[in-house]
DNA sequence: TTGAAAGCGCTAACAG
DNA sequence: CTGTTAGCGCTTTCAA
């Protein structure tokens, strides 16, 4: 009996895969052709190539990226860095389906997400250690909150990047991709209004990514001054910030009509208090959301709500950073929003 | 003005950073001895170790990983597998605190964690292929469907894996982490049964990880035989599947006071179904989730259930890979569960 | 089109 | 305790 400790070594050995030498030696041709095929099989004939195509399929052969990587200096792996100091963003319903996009998109590309989270200033500086040491070729980065000192980093460690929503820190340091925000509040105010609304309140989430454009749109349909009464800030996106809110705004304005919440988490937290107050959705008081993640779909009623094209936000983020990883121009997009109706307004 | 394609890779050229010789001829000491403080600073004098350090911090030094690890054919990286060919785990929130907590207690070790998705045969290959070229140095395997063929892959790949949840394939060829399901829903039932709940209803997804022993514990308290028209079966832990179920139990018996779901999405779709066919949740109607998920919390009435230690699960299951990967002896854990009353039962 | 050879940056013996 | 040295598996000149 092999003692417990030397097992999990024995059969690491054991398991050392074929190496480009067993391949060539197969195939009898030299290292250098079997790179070149590797490689695009560029300047091979079509013997080799055929030679050796079958000598990696008979030996089974997988390149060795570490190997490959201490030559070329490229890791094929982006990292995902999530920056969620009060550790709410990853409950967000927006943001599984951005990593699982953003995941899949990178498959396709053979590239590889290696996720981190940005929890402290400790964790920061881990992150920064790791991705200016080349181990990923560049950074998506999911940054909520006002000035994270992350972004500023990225940018002037010159590592490639490309944030999910306009930052919030000055200036353009950084491309971002994001969702037209403050068109889709817009939409949704509008909405509101056709719908014969009077007093049309909103709860928003000024520095939150988004925030300000999404009160910008509001007040560019209902206009900036008079809606002071109307309007209640809280500091997160989530669905306990729309509870008490909602709950101030009815305090503020009793006879409010319909609200249009930043986020569908915080206008799920308006129904739970608008039904507990006693008022009927959308009979006495329309809600309009803005997501459409899946609590809109599953919140009672349904919510009417302004749908993000989140899974082309991540192709988009993507393709952004690596045309930047191959030095090619990396623009700013912005991406049309679409009025979703549902039973809420 | 330089050539687009080319700036990439200039500045790639111009960041590569310091290496170990250049801390070695600042630090007066040779190549190995900045290799021993790397790797613990063992038989390393207190001047040398000091020397080192300083010139480290001077010149800003990262290991090269790729170095490392081609040497050591240790990749430093664990990989996350989800397992969701319905696309449908990746909305479910107790994903998001488990792959939360598997990257902090990973990041806690320095170790990365590299995420994949197998959503198609052909994803599942391309994983198998990384993680037999020992691209990571194990495996967190989140499979929630029965016959995943990627469980026992893995274990005939000898790659040191652990499964979240009891895998549903027979015989246990890897190690797993699980909370205590079947107790758990035994505690479920027992509460509502205590409570003066005549007829306790089911709502039960036997093919998803956990399903089964759910069932089994309900079935504990309330017996195998009589049951059949009080319980449903539905194919996910879904909100949609919840309503549908709630819907149907609501037609076999009309007569139900109370239901047990076995998730806490399943239960918030039967809270939807239950206000649309006018039953009060919890005085008509009481309501019992499963999993202690933000849902629970958020769902209007908040809901009682069982919390499953899921954080935990993520440091046990981490625990048991690394060990695992030492070489160690890695056992299955079980977790216990607890009961959390809130408003719905 | 191909082979030979020189490293990439690091660890791990091995002598001292 | 420390320096020296031999690779790890791959890409990439450079000649041929």
Do not use: W
């Amino acid at each position: 009996m092999v003692h417990p400790k030397s097992r999990g070594a024995a059969r690491r050995a054991m398991r050392r895969g074929p190496t480009i030498d067993d391949v060539a030696e197969l195939a009898g041709v030299s290292r250098g052709t079997v790179s070149r095929v590797l490689n695009g099989g560029h300047y091979v004939s079509a013997a080799s190539l055929e030679a050796v195509q079958q000598a990696m399929e008979q030996t089974g052969y997988t390149v060795n990226q570490s190997a490959r990587s201490l030559v070329t200096k490229q890791s094929n792996a982006i990292g995902f860095v999530l920056s969620e100091p009060q550790e709410r963003l990853f409950e967000d319903p927006n943001f599984s389906v951005l990593l699982r996009s953003c995941t899949q998109a990178l498959a396709e590309q053979d590239i590889n997400l290696v996720l981190m989270l940005e929890t402290s200033d400790e964790e920061r500086n881990r992150i920064l250690r790791y991705v200016r040491g080349e181990h990923v070729d560049g950074v998506l980065l999911i940054s909520t909150h006002s000035g994270d000192p992350l972004i500023t980093e990225l940018a002037r460690a010159g590592v490639p990047a490309v944030v999910c929503g306009r930052p919030l820190v000055p200036g353009d340091v950084l491309p971002y991709v994001a969702a037209d925000d403050r068109e889709g509040a817009r939409q949704m105010t509008r909405y509101l209004v056709e719908q014969g609304h009077q007093r049309v309140g909103m709860i928003s989430a000024p520095q939150i990514a988004g925030g300000q454009e999404r009160l910008q749109g509001y007040q560019d349909v209902l206009g900036r001054k008079a809606l002071k009464r109307l309007v209640v800030s809280v500091d997160d996106y989530s669905h306990e910030a729309g509870v008490r809110a909602m709950h101030e705004l009815l305090a503020k304005s009793p006879d409010l009509d319909a609200v249009f919440a930043a986020s569908d988490l915080l206008a799920s937290g308006a129904l739970v208090e608008l039904r507990r107050a006693g008022r009927r959705v959308p009979d006495d008081v329309a809600v309009g959301g803005f997501d459409d993640s899946r609590i809109a779909r599953e919140s009672d009623p349904p919510l009417t709500t302004i749908r993000q094209p989140l899974e082309l936000v991540a192709r988009d983020m993507v393709d952004v950073l690596l045309r930047q990883i191959r030095g090619e121009e990396a623009a700013t997009r912005i991406l049309p929003t679409e009025l979703v109706i549902r039973e809420s307004a």
